[in-house]
Nanobody, 120 residues
Framework: QVQVVESGGELVQPGGSLRLTCAASGSIVSISVMKWYRQAPGRERELVAIVARGGATSYGNSVEGRFTIARDNARNRVYLEMNSLKPEDTAVYYC??????????????WGQGTQVTVSS
């Protein structure tokens, strides 16, 4: 089994910064792609950022230039550095990892999410 846990969400003022952390643990042989999604109330889940195992990254249009995704392969962690936060960034942020487990099976694993609220 693979477990994914996000942390770091909190209330922050507009223009502020926040760093989210996602830690994957359990019977992990390898992790390929790691992603951050977010979902605001009444809206569909939105892809925020992707990082491949080798470090290549891609971002959603709404966060390009403000957010940075990075990963630590040795610790099975992925981070999301968020700057110049706006009220419209308010959402529950979810981590998704594609991992090879001890049964030699690839699967997609999700965390429970961490709430980010941008408000004055």
């Amino acid at each position: 089994q693979v477990q994914v846990v996000e942390s770091g969400g909190e209330l922050v003022q507009p223009g502020g910064s926040l760093r989210l952390t996602c830690a994957a643990s359990g019977s992990i042989v390898s992790i390929s792609v790691m992603k951050w999604y977010r979902q605001a109330p009444g809206r569909e889940r939105e892809l925020v950022a992707i990082v491949a195992r080798g470090g290549a990254t891609s971002y959603g249009n709404s966060v390009e230039g403000r957010f940075t995704i990075a990963r630590d392969n040795a610790r099975n962690r992925v981070y999301l550095e968020m700057n110049s936060l706006k009220p419209e960034d308010t959402a529950v942020y979810y981590c998704n990892v594609n991992a090879l487990d001890g049964r030699s099976l690839w699967g997609d694993y999700w965390g429970q999410g961490t709430q980010v609220t941008v408000s004055s």
